[in-house]
């Protein structure tokens, strides 16, 4: 089990060291090809019209460069070191180092991201794809990315672009006005910071999401959750809605697949409840690993008790990638034992994703028991709730619907 990053005293002389991952290899540039292979395709938009062209560029100093601005949420140390406070990692950063992230480093003692802008991935999504049911069903959403990750996830499906250096990956200037500027020309009435981990890329999304604001375009994030909680709060002001990945109920499975901790993903979720953003959760269930009863039965138990049981929960079916591909695809069995369980706990919104084709990926009224929602794969085949309610009795549904 690798071990959970250790913190250092807090006025080190050097930065601490880190063992040589796959992660290391991707940022001098090794198996980089590989990740501009996979990206390339996401650049072109939806109706195939093409954003400016993805390219190499190069990272520069601050003030010669568009994408490097100055970061927020980080505390000066002696001797140009700092302490990022932007996530529970808190990374101690001397000078012209990075944080754990790889896109925020240490300018003479000042701390800058440097991925303002700098879109690594751009895509036209149907909003299911996130996924977000009960965000305006059947609505395309602009979908944008930056490189980089606080987290390391043994099963990342987008590892080519969270486990990469900015520098080592195509991009494109998109700051936050023509950014909405090209999702409002495109017919999106959605926006979405995804892909990789938006909390690091947060100054670029925060812009985005308040210029969409100030547009009429509702700006929602996928997310990990790991974030202290004065930047969620702030994030939670401007954005619309957030989907968690909530990876585990055991904080030994974040220690050894994600290089992270529980503690902070609950806490995340339970605040973006409380602040009133609209929420949904996603479970990843991966055999052998995080796909027990008891674990699932504490996860809706969870949920139900500190969030409540209208917050749409997603189990998703796992495909072996990245570091985890000696394990099988998750069984359908597995995936309605856990749809099953979390159903009997007395959540109201339950969905089982990745696996098309079946029931489980519609909406049942609560009340009624009507089927108000029909999708097949990423397609609405029927919508019954009108004005927030169920078309049959009337019951209110929870989400955003206008």
């Given at each position: ?10 006025k080190?002389?050097?930065?601490p ?44 100093k ?41 896109v925020?480093?240490?300018?003479n ?30 609505s ?6 930056a ?15 969270s ?12 700051p936050?006005?023509k ?34 604001n ?49 503690k902070?993903?609950?806490?995340s979720?339970a ?14 269930v ?9 674990e699932i ?42 749809y ?32 108000i ?30």
């Amino acid at each position: 089990m690798p071990e959970a990053p250790q913190k250092p005293d807090p006025k080190p002389d050097a930065p601490p060291p880190r063992r040589i991952s796959r992660r290391d290899l991707l940022k001098i540039g090794i198996g980089a090809a590989a990740g501009l292979g996979a990206l390339g395709a996401l650049g072109r938009l939806g109706n195939g019209e093409s954003i400016p062209a993805l390219r190499p560029v190069s990272i520069e100093k601050p003030g010669k460069s568009p994408y490097i601005r100055p970061a927020r949420y980080y505390e000066k140390l002696a001797n140009k070191f700092i302490k990022c406070q932007l996530c529970p990692k808190h990374c101690y950063v001397g000078q012209g180092g990075r944080g754990f992230c790889e896109v925020r480093e240490n300018h003479n003692g000042d701390y800058y991201t440097l991925v303002y802008g700098r879109a690594a991935s751009v895509n036209i999504d149907p909003v299911e794809k996130k996924p977000l049911f009960h965000v305006l069903p059947g609505s395309p959403i602009f979908s944008f990315a930056a490189a980089g990750c606080n987290l390391e996830c043994k099963n990342c499906q987008n590892w080519q672009l969270s486990q990469a250096r900015p520098e080592a990956l195509p991009a494109t200037n998109l700051p936050p006005a023509k950014l909405v500027e090209t999702a409002q020309k495109q017919g999106c009435p959605l926006i979405a910071g995804t892909y990789s981990e938006p909390i690091v890329f947060f100054e670029y999304l925060l812009d985005v999401a308040a210029e969409g604001n100030a547009r009429g375009l509702r700006t929602t994030m996928v997310s990990a959750g790991y974030i202290e909680r004065r930047p969620m709060i702030d994030l939670c002001r401007q954005l619309a809605a957030i989907k968690i990945d909530l990876k585990s109920m055991r904080d030994s499975f974040y220690q050894s697949n994600c290089q992270g901790t529980l503690k902070p993903v609950l806490n995340s979720i339970a605040l973006v409840k409380e602040q009133g953003v609209w929420l949904e959760i996603v479970y990843l269930v991966i055999p052998t690993l995080n796909d027990s009863e008891t674990e699932i039965e504490d996860l809706a138990k969870w949920i139900r008790t500190n969030v409540g049981p209208d917050v749409p929960l997603h189990f998703s079916r796992f495909h072996p990638q990245y570091k985890l591909t000696q394990l099988p695809p998750t069984p359908y069995d597995t995936l309605d034992r856990c749809y099953q369980i979390a159903r009997a706990e007395g959540l109201h919104y339950v969905y089982v994703g990745n696996l098309p084709g079946i029931p489980t990926q519609n909406t049942r009224c609560p009340k009624c028991g009507k089927e108000i929602i029909r999708r097949q794969n990423f397609r609405i085949l029927a919508n019954h709730v009108k004005q927030g309610r169920c078309e049959f009795c009337r019951q209110a549904i929870p989400g955003i619907w206008s």
